[in-house]
């Protein structure tokens, strides 16, 4: 089970940081994946780290700016969101994946078999 957490309203240019921590399975057993998903529109891919967190991938319109990290013994991931814009506004969500080849695969949503409930994230202009 995964819950995210750490989302709230920010100014634009300002920073949040969002925690998914884990419970029920051996967290460092899969990658994290960080999606969103803002009114109207498609769930989109935003991070993924993997399972000993050696490998990040970011999407092109976050790299940057955000950062994902985690702490196996607290079984628990961290997206820091820096330098904030409007259209980052959305819905996030994190992600578990046991798939094998998910360093090829990791911006595919159906490869994630857990998924959080998300977390507001709106950021004023």
């Known amino acids: 089970q995964l819950q995210a957490s750490g989302g709230g309203l920010v100014q634009a240019g300002g920073s949040l940081r969002l925690s998914c921590a884990a419970s029920g399975r051996t967290f460092s057993t899969y990658a994290v994946g960080w999606f969103r998903q803002a009114p109207g529109k498609e769930r989109e891919f935003v991070a993924t780290?993997?399972?000993?967190?050696?490998?990040?991938y970011y999407a092109d319109s976050v790299k940057g700016r955000f950062t994902t990290s985690r702490d196996n013994v607290k079984n628990t991931a961290f997206l820091q969101m820096n330098s904030l814009k409007p259209e980052d506004t959305a819905v996030y969500y994190c992600?578990?994946?046991?798939?094998?080849?998910?360093?090829?695969?990791?911006?595919?949503?159906?490869?994630?078999?857990?998924w959080g409930q998300g977390t507001q994230v709106t950021v004023s202009s």
């Open positions: 780290i993997s399972r000993s967190g050696g490998s990040t």
């Open positions: 992600a578990a994946s046991t798939y094998y080849a998910i360093s090829y695969y990791y911006a595919d949503r159906y490869k994630y078999d857990y």
